[in-house]
């Protein structure tokens, strides 16, 4: 499976709708695509796919389609505990929310972040990057959503570089809290990791 997706949720901020946003991601070579029922993007999924595969952009057997549990992941929410036990039990973790979205839901502590800045600055790159290289750099693959072409396009460049030790220790600092309470139907708490 491909160490980076991309997220179905519906952008509502956005002009382009999921399907388009699925088929502009095909383009440029995502073949890891999350979603979950909660989204109500499934169909359109669905269709994006069967289109991209009508159109001989990409085979059935290169696509993964993931789903979750309510498994957010994050600089803010790095879920070690969950990490050590998918590790050592071969389950692979797939992070979603990886770069802290919600702006509704209060500061994002992941962008908006000053020392993430100063990291990502240091090497050249985005917060965005700093933030899936980590996730990257611990084994975990990652499902940011982006109907930008631009930003998806960046959120794949993240390979031919490091964090380097002292970044690690940087990253260690952030406070952890999770954006995301959990699914309303049915609770699941046993599911979190809540040992900061």
């Not at 499934?42 to 990409?58: P, R, S, T, Y």
Request: aromatic residues 8%.
């Amino acid at each position: 499976m491909p160490v980076i997706g991309m997220g179905s949720a519906p952008d509502f901020t956005c002009k382009k709708d999921t399907k388009e946003a699925i088929i502009e991601a095909i383009k440029q070579g995502y073949r890891h695509f999350d979603t979950a029922a909660a989204y109500g993007s499934e169909q359109a999924l669905g269709e994006a796919l069967n289109e991209a595969i009508q159109l001989g952009l990409v085979t059935r057997e290169h696509l993964f389609v993931t789903s979750k549990l309510w498994v957010e992941m994050n600089l803010a929410w790095q879920q070690k505990k969950l990490r050590e036990f998918c590790s050592a039990n071969g389950i692979v973790l797939t992070a979603f929310s990886p770069l802290r979205k919600g702006a509704s839901r209060g500061s994002n502590e992941v962008m908006e972040n000053d020392m993430l800045k100063e990291i990502a600055d240091g090497h050249g790159k985005s917060v965005a990057q700093v933030s899936l290289r980590w996730l990257y750099e611990q084994g975990i693959t990652f499902v940011p959503k982006s109907y930008d072409k631009q930003r998806m396009n960046q959120n794949l460049h993240i390979f031919d570089w490091a964090l380097t030790k002292e970044d690690h220790q940087k990253i260690d600092q952030i406070k952890q809290n999770r954006l995301i309470p959990g699914p309303t139907k049915p609770s699941l708490n046993d599911l979190w990791d809540d040992e900061i």
